[in-house]
């Protein structure tokens, strides 16, 4: 599962058409939507309006802003927020939640050693700081770091609901996702409420354990409830286990308005893609995704390459560039997906090479 961080809420085969135009390294695309800001992002920029040195503020405007931004379509606000975060005073980079928010948006970018230095940088003043313990777990796991990972789960021992949870997630991943997924499932089941933010953590794990014991059919069933309010991480998940599942019509169904309302970027924009193509919707979504692949390559991007992985086995099959791009994406990323990816791509060339 495509990490997600909880923190912020806790922390108060088609060819290329012939005729398209392929663009230069510097060209620029845009989602061309306007996002509306929620009703505290408004009171937050008016307020900065009004006291521009108000770093508390802002402080709290950037962590908004990180928290939506991980919605589908709303992505621009990564961008929103780290130009808030470059204007603070010295004094308020010293803080636990500069250190904090900086974390984020470094692991956003798969800078993951450097968050773990800003982190450190709030252990030296708490050592169980909930919020960096979360997040340093979340890191070591895509790090595919199970020991350190559970650390820093053990950090939470006095949060005895998300030292479960973040500890049965590391069990998962070294192997033991029979148990832990039964006892996830009971957790889940004596909760009486959750957050949004907890709810959709505890149901992307869920998710992630029912796959790998081979129950797809449940894994969608923990992540639909959730969709409404789930980080685009979901949605990925969502999207490629219901396509496996033959449901590209209920993948359609749910992307399309979402494209309509806000614009997706370039994950979802390739699931919605495959989902147009296998209910022959046309190809309006396929003729959106070329260019911005091609500016991705034409760039040398590497970040989110599993997006690239996807596109060169699924929608313009060419096996030895989908291997480059796992190998890129694995460096940085180890999680379960990132390796089956590269295990795809490597089976893709043998085949191909099988065919020569």
């Not at 960096?132 to 990972?149: D, E, K």
């Not at 820093?152 to 590391?170: D, G, I, N, P, T």
């Not at 890129?328 to 490597?346: C, G």
Request: charged share 20%; hydrophobic share 45%; glycine share 4%.
């Amino acid at each position: 599962m495509k990490f997600f961080y909880i923190w912020l809420c806790l922390f108060s085969s088609l060819p290329l058409l012939a005729q398209s135009v392929k663009p230069e390294a510097t060209d620029v695309l845009s989602l061309g939507k306007t996002l509306p800001l929620t009703p505290a992002l408004q009171t937050l920029t008016q307020q900065l309006v009004k006291q521009p040195d108000n770093d508390a503020v802002r402080l709290e405007a950037v962590q908004l802003y990180l928290q939506g931004a991980r919605k589908p379509g709303f992505d621009d606000w990564f961008h929103q927020a780290q130009a808030l975060l470059d204007e603070l005073s010295s004094t308020s980079r010293n803080s636990d939640s500069y250190w904090l928010l900086l974390a984020d948006m470094q692991q956003q970018q798969h800078q993951f050693a450097t968050a773990l230095e800003s982190l450190q940088r709030v252990f030296e003043r708490d050592a169980a700081n909930i919020n960096a313990s979360l997040m340093a777990a979340r890191i070591y796991l895509a790090q595919n770091n199970t020991a350190a990972a559970q650390q820093a789960c053990a950090r939470l021992w006095q949060e005895l609901f998300l030292f479960s949870v973040c500890s049965y997630e590391v069990a998962g991943r070294r192997g033991n996702a029979i148990q832990s997924y039964t006892a996830l499932q009971q957790l889940y089941s004596q909760q009486k409420s959750l957050s949004v933010a907890l709810d959709s953590w505890l149901r992307g794990i869920l998710a992630e354990q029912a796959e790998m014991l081979g129950k797809p059919q449940q894994a969608i069933g923990w992540l639909e409830p959730a969709l409404p309010q789930a980080p685009v991480s979901l949605w990925l998940k969502w999207a490629d286990l219901s396509l496996q599942q033959d449901a590209s019509a209920a993948v359609y169904a749910r992307l399309q308005p979402l494209e309509q309302e806000y614009g997706l970027t370039d994950g979802l924009l390739l699931r919605l893609a495959l989902a147009e193509r296998n209910t022959k919707q046309g190809e309006r979504y396929m003729t959106q995704l070329e260019p911005r692949m091609m500016l991705r390559i034409a760039r040398g991007d590497k970040d989110h390459a599993a997006d690239m992985v996807h596109y060169f086995l699924a929608v313009q099959p060419d096996a030895q560039a989908a291997l480059h791009w796992a190998q890129l994406n694995y460096a940085s990323a180890k999680e379960p997906d990132d390796l089956m990816l590269l295990q795809r791509a490597r089976s893709a060339v043998q085949q191909e090479e099988g065919r020569l």
